[in-house]
């Protein structure tokens, strides 16, 4: 019921990836997951149930901004931009990430 | 700005809501469309998106909880759900809300009355440099407790004052101006002009006063404040220049005082400069010598110590006189004390109020404390509620939160209206506060109550929240979900929460128990204040105050009262009458000091101080004095060469010694004005208590009024012995003085028992108060007490029902709960005595004749407390219960307590009492089905 922040690594990929995602451009949480999804060859599914809070949570932090728009199918949806602020968070994230990956990937070398 | 947005979406919880839904709506519909293009059909993709997606509610909420802040949220939540269950139990919503707005209401009260009376600034500028200087010889004693400052002191210190920057004298008189054909009676202020810049007073019109009219001989000034201006003089615009008669005299108006200036308290009308006598050359120059009330300004980064010890230095450089001796009484080198003035304004009635204060505190935390109680018991049947929130994830602290609020909302509700009753409460103490009532008008409502008002809010929400919130919170889950009261009752009933409630009422008990002390002790030194004998009898005299015009002849004057009294004795219902220039209550004082041999032959000569009357026969029988010896004064007295003097017992005892007095002589009594001669003590009366009932009996001569000497002087007070009620004569007594001379002014015409009362009308304040608080805190227990024990009585319906069908009497069954009521009161009683021993130097100040510990109160109060609570809570309520048949929860329980009926209804049937039984039945059963 109530939601506590509780960084955990699981969270902060999520983030990771959106911000990544919208990097590339505004998009919508719908567009998100499915970039998320194709380019991963479904690998990565997105947890739909993460998503929105994690997006709204973004978003109060100040990382991404979000607007009504109008989509090419007339539709009505939210579109979210990255900020300045998420560009740099973006940049922290995937230094953190590489850094995280490099370690493990030493770990499971060593013979 | 996120967390300006975050703040909308808490607020606009609807808005929020439909943008969420939106969101939602949009990201299954393409997930749906990408099913459809995929080759689902319609209804199968739009199942599997909503597969894939999860709960849209449970996402909904999860987003939502993002976007809000969550403890604002949390707090909008549980106040509206606060607000739904008060309204769905009105009756406990009421009762706690009327309990909170009298405690909350009557503490701010108190409180603002404490505040402005006591803490408040004073409203002059720099009021915390203003102190109040009096002079003092250790060992002697002013008339009548007076703190003054000699002239001649003044005089020494004005020269040259180094520790404060403006030194001058104040004063409030009783006087008449004449308005048209009438004559308004009021009070006046006398100040020092030098004091007025320093009030900080700029005035509406005119100008202030120059020191040059502070000069005796000066012309007449007078400053008229804006009330007097508005109300008497219709805002004259030419009032500037106009001459006004005052006492008789003529006075120069020579500026408008602004409505807010109030100095030195909230009577005075009008003011005019203080003349400070000079000091005459003349060593022994008993005339020039006079007392004043006398404050001053500390110059900057000077101390109270500093003024003290400069006033003394300069006091003592000042020589001893008789007349010295006369204002200050005989004793040691002059002392000279500096207090701050606002402290000393009040000073009179500050114990009064810290007993009020302390009392109306105890009368919130019983609030306090009945509330809680109530609140406890409810959360019995809150039990299954909180079981299912718990079991679906509220943590405790979450439940406590929940609860806390609740108390917070009804504490907000108490305020809200206890903050009516305050404005009430104070609208009524003004109204009917005493005469004279320090820095009444400093008592308002203004942003320190509000202050106050909001901490006492939060502190009720703790006290009679958290207990309860943190019991409430705390129990078994699984025992509180099974079905069946039992269960439940057991688990609340358990012997924590019952000592819990018992902690809370044996508190309320001792509370209460406290201030029915407190006000036991005031109603008895309230009585023994006016059963006190004041040395004459007030009933039924009629007295009236004259002053007769200046400038006019003095045998004049002596004619007058002489014509008068006859006149008057001619009325009918007149039984004696008699003329003085002092009576009882008069605020005067005038002092006779002279030596005298000394009795006890340790030195040759003491001085003699007494307050000195001058009287006309018939004076001391009209009064009701009493006669100790020898005579009192006759008609040939006035023609007598000898002047003849009649001493009170006090003055005989002290200063004439043992043996006869009456018939003794003294040759130039008064050395500087008598020229041989003699006067001869001719009786000795009773003392009298001249300055109110609390005052000490003090030495008392009284001279006979003659042609030459002793003359009544300028302000006469006629005192007339009727034999019906005074009220009736008072109009014929008026215009026979206004017949008698038109010039006249007459003063109040009043029963003498009205001055009585006046003096005594701050205790009678203070004891009405604390008794009404202690009936209240009284009532407030008696129902806590009542509500909780008929409760708790009831829960244990079952047990007692057991009892009963095992063989228990009724008075077996009376006894147990009656015995359990005891055991509280008792606890209580024990712990309120010795609160009440501990707060006994509180109420010292406040009572009169009667000490803190007065034995009689501690013991009369636990029986008043014992009869009000134990026997009406205890008694009906287990009657009743006992004899309702036993009775179990359960489904076998109609049964089982239809048969139990039906034997007491067999019983009652062989005793010829079926009908009743045959009810009782039908009651249980609906009960049983009702608890369920």
Redesign the interface.
Request: net charge positive; aromatic share 6%; proline share 5%.
């Given at each position: 019921?109530?939601?506590r922040r509780k960084p955990d690594a699981l969270q902060g990929t999520l983030d990771l990836l959106v911000l990544k995602t919208l990097s590339l451009g505004p998009q919508?949480?719908?567009g998100i997951?499915?970039h998320i999804g194709s380019v991963s060859d479904e690998v990565l599914r997105v947890?739909?149930?993460?998503l929105?809070?994690?997006l709204?949570?973004m978003?109060?932090?100040?990382w991404i901004k979000a607007e009504w728009d109008v989509t090419e199918n007339n539709?009505?949806?939210?579109l979210y931009r990255l900020t300045k602020a998420g560009e740099r968070h973006l940049e922290e994230a995937r230094d953190k990430w590489n850094r995280l990956s490099k370690a493990v990937g030493k770990v499971l070398r060593f013979a | 700005m996120g967390w300006l947005r975050r703040l909308r979406s808490t607020v606009l919880r609807s808005r929020q809501q439909r943008e969420i839904d939106e969101e939602l709506r949009f990201h299954l519909e393409q997930r749906t469309e990408e099913f459809i293009r995929a080759g689902m059909s319609a209804g199968v993709a739009r199942q599997q998106a909503l597969r894939r997606f999860g709960s849209p509610s449970l996402i909904r909420e999860r987003t939502e909880d993002a976007d809000r802040l969550g403890w604002l949220g949390d707090l909008a939540d549980d106040t509206k759900y606060a607000l739904r269950t008060m309204r769905r139990h009105p009756s406990f919503t009421l009762s706690a809300l009327l309990t909170l707005a009298l405690g909350i209401g009557a503490t701010s009260a108190v409180f603002s009355v404490v505040y402005g009376v006591l803490m408040r600034p004073l409203p002059y500028p720099a009021a915390d440099r203003l102190v109040r200087v009096w002079e003092e010889h250790p060992g002697g004693a002013t008339m009548g407790g007076l703190r003054w400052i000699s002239n001649r002191t003044y005089w020494a210190w004005n020269e040259q004052p180094r520790t404060v920057d403006v030194l001058g004298a104040y004063g409030s008189f009783a006087a008449t101006i004449r308005v048209g054909d009438d004559d308004v009676s009021t009070f006046g202020g006398q100040v020092s002009p030098a004091l007025l810049p320093v009030l900080g007073v700029t005035p509406l019109a005119g100008r202030l006063f120059t020191t040059a009219e502070a000069e005796e001989g000066a012309s007449r000034v007078v400053l008229l404040g804006e009330a007097l201006w508005v109300d008497r003089f219709n805002r004259d615009a030419g009032i500037i220049g106009r001459s006004v008669r005052i006492d008789g005299e003529a006075f120069t108006v020579i500026g408008v005082l602004p409505r807010g200036f109030r100095f030195p308290s909230a009577d005075e009308t009008f003011w005019r400069p203080y003349v400070i006598t000079r000091v005459s050359t003349d060593p022994e120059g008993s005339q020039r010598t006079s007392g004043m009330t006398a404050m001053a300004r500390l110059a900057p980064g000077m101390t109270a110590a500093q003024v003290e010890a400069e006033g003394t230095a300069m006091a003592r450089r000042v020589p001893v006189t008789m007349a010295t001796k006369a204002l200050f009484g005989v004793g040691g080198p002059p002392v000279v004390h500096v207090r701050p003035l606002g402290a000393d304004m009040a000073g009179a009635v500050r114990p009064v109020l810290l007993v009020l204060a302390a009392a109306v505190a105890a009368l919130l935390l019983i609030a306090c404390a009945n509330v809680a109680n109530m609140f406890l018991t409810r959360g019995l049947a809150r039990q299954r509620e909180f079981a299912v929130r718990a079991s679906i994830g509220a943590g405790r602290g979450r439940l406590v939160r929940q609860l806390l609020t609740e108390t917070f909302v009804l504490s907000v509700g108490g305020a809200i209206v206890g903050l009516f009753l305050a404005w009430a409460l104070m609208r009524v103490t003004s109204f009917m506060a005493p005469l004279h009532f320090p820095r009444l008008t400093d008592v308002y409502l203004d942003v320190h109550a509000l202050a106050f008002i909001t901490g006492a809010t939060l502190m009720t929400t703790l006290l009679c929240g958290l207990l309860p919130a943190l019991r409430g919170a705390r129990f078994n889950v699984s025992a509180s979900l099974r079905q069946g009261n039992g269960a439940t009752a057991e688990g609340f009933q358990g012997p924590r929460d019952r000592r819990l409630r018992d902690v809370l009422l044996v508190a309320e008990a001792a509370f209460a128990l406290m201030l029915i002390i407190a006000a036991t002790l005031l109603v008895r030194s309230f009585v023994r204040l006016a059963s006190v004998d004041p040395g004459y009898q007030p009933a039924p005299v009629l007295t009236a105050h004259v002053m007769l015009p200046p400038g006019s002849d003095p045998d004049r004057d002596g004619q007058f009262a002489r014509d008068a009294l006859s006149r008057i004795r001619a009325l009918p219902g007149v039984a004696s009458a008699g003329a003085g220039n002092m009576m009882p209550m008069f605020l005067q004082h005038a002092v006779a000091t002279f030596p005298l041999p000394d009795p006890s032959g340790v030195s040759p000569e003491i001085t003699a101080r007494a307050t000195s009357y001058t009287i006309t026969p018939g004076y001391l029988e009209a009064l009701g004095v009493r006669l100790r010896a020898g005579r009192l004064f006759e008609e040939r007295d006035e023609g007598s060469g000898t002047r003849v003097m009649l001493v009170n017992e006090l003055f005989a005892r002290r200063y004439l010694g043992p043996g006869e007095v009456v018939g003794r002589r003294f040759t130039n009594l008064f050395r500087r004005v008598d020229r041989g001669v003699i006067t001869e003590v001719v009786g000795v009366v009773a003392p009298m208590l001249k300055n109110g009932n609390d005052s000490e009996p003090e030495p008392e001569i009284y001279f006979v009024a003659k042609r030459q000497q002793n003359r009544l002087g300028k302000s006469v007070s006629f005192v007339v012995r009727t034999t019906g009620a005074p009220v009736v004569l008072a109009a014929p007594v008026r215009d026979l003085l206004r017949d008698l001379d038109r010039d006249v002014i007459i003063d109040r015409v009043q029963p003498l028992t009205n001055l009585l009362a006046a003096s005594m009308a701050q205790p009678r304040f203070a004891t009405a108060t604390v008794t009404t608080f202690a009936l209240l805190a009284l009532i407030l227990a008696a129902t806590g007490l009542f509500g909780v024990l008929s409760y708790a009585v009831s829960q244990r319906g079952r047990e007692l029902g057991v009892r009963t069908a095992l063989g228990a009497s009724r008075t077996s069954l009376l006894g147990l709960v009656l015995r359990e009521g005891l055991a509280v009161a008792t606890l209580g009683i024990v712990l309120g005595i010795a609160g009440a021993a501990a707060m006994s130097r509180l109420m010292q100040g406040a009572l009169f004749g009667v000490t803190p510990l007065d034995p009689i109160s501690f013991a009369v109060a636990p029986l008043v407390l014992c009869q009000w609570r134990s026997r009406p809570a205890c008694f009906p309520r287990s009657v009743r219960r006992a004899s309702v048949p036993p009775r179990r929860s359960g489904n076998s329980l109609r049964a089982a307590a239809f048969h139990g009926a039906e034997r007491r209804h067999r019983n009652g049937a062989r005793r010829g009492r079926r009908v009743s039984g045959r009810r009782r039945i039908w009651r249980c059963s609906r009960r049983a089905t009702r608890r369920r």
């Amino acid at each position: 019921m109530l939601h506590r922040r509780k960084p955990d690594a699981l969270q902060g990929t999520l983030d990771l990836l959106v911000l990544k995602t919208l990097s590339l451009g505004p998009q919508h949480g719908y567009g998100i997951a499915s970039h998320i999804g194709s380019v991963s060859d479904e690998v990565l599914r997105v947890e739909e149930g993460s998503l929105y809070p994690a997006l709204h949570r973004m978003e109060h932090a100040g990382w991404i901004k979000a607007e009504w728009d109008v989509t090419e199918n007339n539709r009505r949806a939210r579109l979210y931009r990255l900020t300045k602020a998420g560009e740099r968070h973006l940049e922290e994230a995937r230094d953190k990430w590489n850094r995280l990956s490099k370690a493990v990937g030493k770990v499971l070398r060593f013979a | 700005m996120g967390w300006l947005r975050r703040l909308r979406s808490t607020v606009l919880r609807s808005r929020q809501q439909r943008e969420i839904d939106e969101e939602l709506r949009f990201h299954l519909e393409q997930r749906t469309e990408e099913f459809i293009r995929a080759g689902m059909s319609a209804g199968v993709a739009r199942q599997q998106a909503l597969r894939r997606f999860g709960s849209p509610s449970l996402i909904r909420e999860r987003t939502e909880d993002a976007d809000r802040l969550g403890w604002l949220g949390d707090l909008a939540d549980d106040t509206k759900y606060a607000l739904r269950t008060m309204r769905r139990h009105p009756s406990f919503t009421l009762s706690a809300l009327l309990t909170l707005a009298l405690g909350i209401g009557a503490t701010s009260a108190v409180f603002s009355v404490v505040y402005g009376v006591l803490m408040r600034p004073l409203p002059y500028p720099a009021a915390d440099r203003l102190v109040r200087v009096w002079e003092e010889h250790p060992g002697g004693a002013t008339m009548g407790g007076l703190r003054w400052i000699s002239n001649r002191t003044y005089w020494a210190w004005n020269e040259q004052p180094r520790t404060v920057d403006v030194l001058g004298a104040y004063g409030s008189f009783a006087a008449t101006i004449r308005v048209g054909d009438d004559d308004v009676s009021t009070f006046g202020g006398q100040v020092s002009p030098a004091l007025l810049p320093v009030l900080g007073v700029t005035p509406l019109a005119g100008r202030l006063f120059t020191t040059a009219e502070a000069e005796e001989g000066a012309s007449r000034v007078v400053l008229l404040g804006e009330a007097l201006w508005v109300d008497r003089f219709n805002r004259d615009a030419g009032i500037i220049g106009r001459s006004v008669r005052i006492d008789g005299e003529a006075f120069t108006v020579i500026g408008v005082l602004p409505r807010g200036f109030r100095f030195p308290s909230a009577d005075e009308t009008f003011w005019r400069p203080y003349v400070i006598t000079r000091v005459s050359t003349d060593p022994e120059g008993s005339q020039r010598t006079s007392g004043m009330t006398a404050m001053a300004r500390l110059a900057p980064g000077m101390t109270a110590a500093q003024v003290e010890a400069e006033g003394t230095a300069m006091a003592r450089r000042v020589p001893v006189t008789m007349a010295t001796k006369a204002l200050f009484g005989v004793g040691g080198p002059p002392v000279v004390h500096v207090r701050p003035l606002g402290a000393d304004m009040a000073g009179a009635v500050r114990p009064v109020l810290l007993v009020l204060a302390a009392a109306v505190a105890a009368l919130l935390l019983i609030a306090c404390a009945n509330v809680a109680n109530m609140f406890l018991t409810r959360g019995l049947a809150r039990q299954r509620e909180f079981a299912v929130r718990a079991s679906i994830g509220a943590g405790r602290g979450r439940l406590v939160r929940q609860l806390l609020t609740e108390t917070f909302v009804l504490s907000v509700g108490g305020a809200i209206v206890g903050l009516f009753l305050a404005w009430a409460l104070m609208r009524v103490t003004s109204f009917m506060a005493p005469l004279h009532f320090p820095r009444l008008t400093d008592v308002y409502l203004d942003v320190h109550a509000l202050a106050f008002i909001t901490g006492a809010t939060l502190m009720t929400t703790l006290l009679c929240g958290l207990l309860p919130a943190l019991r409430g919170a705390r129990f078994n889950v699984s025992a509180s979900l099974r079905q069946g009261n039992g269960a439940t009752a057991e688990g609340f009933q358990g012997p924590r929460d019952r000592r819990l409630r018992d902690v809370l009422l044996v508190a309320e008990a001792a509370f209460a128990l406290m201030l029915i002390i407190a006000a036991t002790l005031l109603v008895r030194s309230f009585v023994r204040l006016a059963s006190v004998d004041p040395g004459y009898q007030p009933a039924p005299v009629l007295t009236a105050h004259v002053m007769l015009p200046p400038g006019s002849d003095p045998d004049r004057d002596g004619q007058f009262a002489r014509d008068a009294l006859s006149r008057i004795r001619a009325l009918p219902g007149v039984a004696s009458a008699g003329a003085g220039n002092m009576m009882p209550m008069f605020l005067q004082h005038a002092v006779a000091t002279f030596p005298l041999p000394d009795p006890s032959g340790v030195s040759p000569e003491i001085t003699a101080r007494a307050t000195s009357y001058t009287i006309t026969p018939g004076y001391l029988e009209a009064l009701g004095v009493r006669l100790r010896a020898g005579r009192l004064f006759e008609e040939r007295d006035e023609g007598s060469g000898t002047r003849v003097m009649l001493v009170n017992e006090l003055f005989a005892r002290r200063y004439l010694g043992p043996g006869e007095v009456v018939g003794r002589r003294f040759t130039n009594l008064f050395r500087r004005v008598d020229r041989g001669v003699i006067t001869e003590v001719v009786g000795v009366v009773a003392p009298m208590l001249k300055n109110g009932n609390d005052s000490e009996p003090e030495p008392e001569i009284y001279f006979v009024a003659k042609r030459q000497q002793n003359r009544l002087g300028k302000s006469v007070s006629f005192v007339v012995r009727t034999t019906g009620a005074p009220v009736v004569l008072a109009a014929p007594v008026r215009d026979l003085l206004r017949d008698l001379d038109r010039d006249v002014i007459i003063d109040r015409v009043q029963p003498l028992t009205n001055l009585l009362a006046a003096s005594m009308a701050q205790p009678r304040f203070a004891t009405a108060t604390v008794t009404t608080f202690a009936l209240l805190a009284l009532i407030l227990a008696a129902t806590g007490l009542f509500g909780v024990l008929s409760y708790a009585v009831s829960q244990r319906g079952r047990e007692l029902g057991v009892r009963t069908a095992l063989g228990a009497s009724r008075t077996s069954l009376l006894g147990l709960v009656l015995r359990e009521g005891l055991a509280v009161a008792t606890l209580g009683i024990v712990l309120g005595i010795a609160g009440a021993a501990a707060m006994s130097r509180l109420m010292q100040g406040a009572l009169f004749g009667v000490t803190p510990l007065d034995p009689i109160s501690f013991a009369v109060a636990p029986l008043v407390l014992c009869q009000w609570r134990s026997r009406p809570a205890c008694f009906p309520r287990s009657v009743r219960r006992a004899s309702v048949p036993p009775r179990r929860s359960g489904n076998s329980l109609r049964a089982a307590a239809f048969h139990g009926a039906e034997r007491r209804h067999r019983n009652g049937a062989r005793r010829g009492r079926r009908v009743s039984g045959r009810r009782r039945i039908w009651r249980c059963s609906r009960r049983a089905t009702r608890r369920r």
